[in-house]
């Protein structure tokens, strides 16, 4: 097994910049100090830095107001990502103060594609990738149906995205209802690619359909040069995960500030 020090460093060093060195082309990027602000058109912002920030006490609050009162001036919501590890550990409990609220903590496990693409055999379920705008529409109403919200932003991500070779929605489907829904998104300029989604109606679980979500998207990535695979795992994905032989390396909390 894959050492988890090793993975952590091969994930900081490449995806955790990657946001704001390797931009999609409608975001805009501004940095403040230690931090990076992501904009786009219609999307809401992203904040992040690297592992130690370098900053603390009266400086961080002044740099949390900061980030907080240009997406309150721009009318938009921003996700302040924070990461287990990092420094200063006070970072969570100073955007809490500033009125950012948690999205609740999620595991960060890496592995290795070529070790996850093995095939797993289901019984009447295909798994597929998603063609065209009919099967985009399935797919988001089955996530918003998994996870009890809506999911129009990954209608218009996918749509967006229809033409790059690099994000692909794959779905599992039976008797014509589509069951199981994900994406993958190779990271531009990384050995990584992201596993999102990945949510099955509740009658479906247990069937291997998870898994089977998992060794597809490992085989694109794969086909596509990728070496690793990273996923924000909540505590019902992440046992199958680390059976499948990912690591857990730290854990992700998202910090929303809306502006009221």
């Known amino acids: ?6 993975l952590l460093s091969a994930f ?14 409608d975001a805009v990027v501004h940095r403040d100090g230690p931090v ?3 904009t786009w058109p219609q999307r809401r912002g992203f904040v992040a830095g690297p592992p130690d920030l370098g900053v603390s006490g009266s400086d961080l609050d002044d740099l949390i107001a900061r980030q907080r009162d240009f997406f309150t001036e721009r009318g938009q ?9 990092d420094t200063p550990a006070d970072l969570p409990g100073r955007l809490e103060a500033a009125g950012f609220e948690s999205e609740g903590r999620e595991t960060v496990l890496v592995g290795l594609a070529e ?3 093995r095939p797993v055999e289901l019984d009447g379920i295909v798994v597929r990738e998603a063609r065209g705008v009919a099967d985009v529409h399935r797919l988001a109403l089955t996530a918003t149906t998994v996870f009890g919200r809506g999911h129009d932003w990954l209608i218009d991500r996918l749509l967006e995205k229809a033409d ?6 794959v779905l599992a489907e039976a008797n014509n209802l589509i069951v199981s829904s994900s ?3 190779v990271v531009a300029g990384t050995e990584f690619a992201g596993l999102w989604g990945g949510g099955t109606l509740p009658e479906w679980r247990g069937k291997g359909i998870y898994r089977a979500l998992v060794a597809y998207r490992a085989r694109l990535a794969v086909e596509r040069g990728v070496k690793y695979l990273q996923v924000d795992a909540t505590e019902d994905s992440r046992p199958i995960l680390e059976r499948l032989g990912f690591v857990p390396v730290t854990t992700t909390t998202g910090y929303v500030w809306n502006p009221r």
Do not use: C, L, Y
């Open 164 to 169: 790059d070779p690099n994000v692909v929605a």
């Open 77 to 85: 919501s921003v996700e302040w990502k924070t990461w287990g590890h």
């Open 12 to 25: 900081d060093t490449q995806v955790r910049s990657a946001e704001w060195t390797f931009p999609e082309p």
């Open 115 to 117: 070790e996850m693409a």
């Open 36 to 38: 990076f602000r992501v």
């Open 183 to 185: 994406r993958i998104e």
């Open 1 to 6: 097994m894959p050492d988890a020090s090793a």
